[in-house]
C-alpha cells in the first residue's frame, strides 16, 4: 500500500513536470523564432551580457522598454499564467495576482504567504526592478520561493514588463 502512495506521488510529479515542459515548447511555437537581424542582435547583446551582468542599468533598459511591444509581452506572459493570475480580482494561485504589479510595493498583496527574502526586499515594482526580478528571480533575491528559471533576453523582458504595465486601471508611461 506504501508503494502505491509513492508511485501516486512521483506519478504527480512527473506529469507536472511533463504539463510544465509541453507548456514551454507550446509558447515557444507561438513566439516564433526571431528575424535574422534581431538574432545578430540577440547574440551581440548576449556577448555584452556576458561581459557584465545585465539589468544593470535602468537607463539601458528604459531604452528597451520605450520600444518594447506589449502584444509580444502578451504571448510571453502565458508562461507566469501557469502560476499568476493577470485578471483583475481573479486572486492569487501559486504566485500573487500580477494585475496591477508595476509600481506595486514588493510583497504586497494581502493574504498571500510572501517568502522571507522577498518580505525583506521592500520597495517597489519599478520597471527596472521587474526587470531584473524577471531575469532570474533565485539570483536576485536570494531564498525567493519562486521557481521560475528567469527569462534571458533583455528585449522579451522589456516586452513582458511592458504588458504587465497593461494590467492596470492606470498604466504607468512608458520611458520615452
Known amino acids: 500500500m ?32 526571431e528575424k535574422p537581424h534581431a538574432e545578430a542582435t540577440h547574440k551581440a547583446t548576449a556577448t555584452e551580457a556576458a561581459a557584465k551582468p545585465a539589468a544593470t542599468d535602468p537607463a539601458a ?15 510571453l506572459v502565458k508562461q507566469c499564467q501557469i502560476c499568476h ?5 481573479k486572486g492569487a494561485k501559486i504566485g500573487p495576482d ?3 504589479v508595476v509600481n506595486r510595493p514588493v510583497a504586497s498583496v494581502p ?17 527596472a526592478e521587474l526587470d531584473k526580478w524577471i531575469e532570474d528571480p533565485r539570483a536576485y533575491v536570494k531564498g525567493t520561493s519562486m ?7 533583455e528585449s522579451k523582458r522589456a516586452d513582458l514588463v511592458a504588458y504587465l ?12
Open 61 to 75: 533598459f528604459n531604452k528597451l522598454l520605450a520600444s518594447a511591444s506589449a502584444e509580444r509581452g502578451a504571448g
Open 2 to 33: 506504501h508503494s502505491n502512495r509513492t508511485n501516486a506521488i512521483l506519478g504527480a510529479l512527473l506529469g507536472t513536470l511533463l504539463f510544465v515542459q509541453t507548456v514551454r515548447i507550446i509558447d515557444e511555437s507561438f513566439s516564433g523564432p
Open 98 to 100: 500580477l494585475y496591477g
Open 165 to 176: 504595465n497593461t494590467l492596470s486601471k492606470s498604466p504607468a508611461p512608458l520611458p520615452k
Open 147 to 153: 521557481s521560475f528559471a528567469g527569462l534571458k533576453s
Open 111 to 127: 493574504g498571500f504567504n510572501y517568502s522571507a527574502a522577498l518580505k525583506a526586499k521592500g520597495g517597489n515594482w519599478t520597471f
Open 85 to 89: 493570475n493577470t485578471e483583475e480580482g
